[in-house]
């Protein structure tokens, strides 16, 4: 069983950066093929981005290219999401997830392992 427990959230203004981690305990970290995604009061949650086992491969949605990079550490079993320029739309909890299932997963596949989430907060 996979534990995930993401940390690094907080109250930012306009303009600001935030680093999101994710630690992992209970698996082989190198063998996880993760994602970020976030969801904002009252909407559904919605894909960020993700990263294949070995960390070289990546996806992101279109509203944070450019802006956000997900990396992912095997040797500490961490998965970071770094977060420039943010915006008030970036507003969100973040969650990070884990699937054992293929090298990398579409935006729409499903994970079997979430955390917690982590409260980002963006002002205006």
């Known amino acids: 069983q996979v534990q995930l427990v993401e940390s690094g959230g907080g109250l930012v203004q306009t303009g600001g950066s935030l680093r999101l981690s994710c630690a992992a305990s209970g698996g082989t970290f190198s063998n996880l093929a993760m994602g970020w995604f976030r969801q904002a009061p009252g909407k559904e949650r919605d894909f960020v981005a993700t990263?294949?086992?070995?960390?070289?491969?990546?996806y992101y949605t279109d509203s944070v290219k450019g802006r956000f990079t997900i990396s992912k550490d095997n040797p500490k079993n961490t998965l970071l999401l770094q977060m420039n320029s943010l915006k008030p739309e970036d507003t969100a909890v973040y969650y990070c997830?884990?699937?054992?299932?293929?090298?990398?997963?579409?935006?729409?596949?499903?994970?079997?392992?979430w955390g917690q989430g982590t409260q980002v907060t963006v002002s205006s």
């Open positions: 997830a884990a699937s054992y299932f293929g090298t990398i997963r579409d935006p729409m596949d499903d994970y079997p392992y």
């Open positions: 990263i294949s086992t070995n960390g070289r491969s990546t």
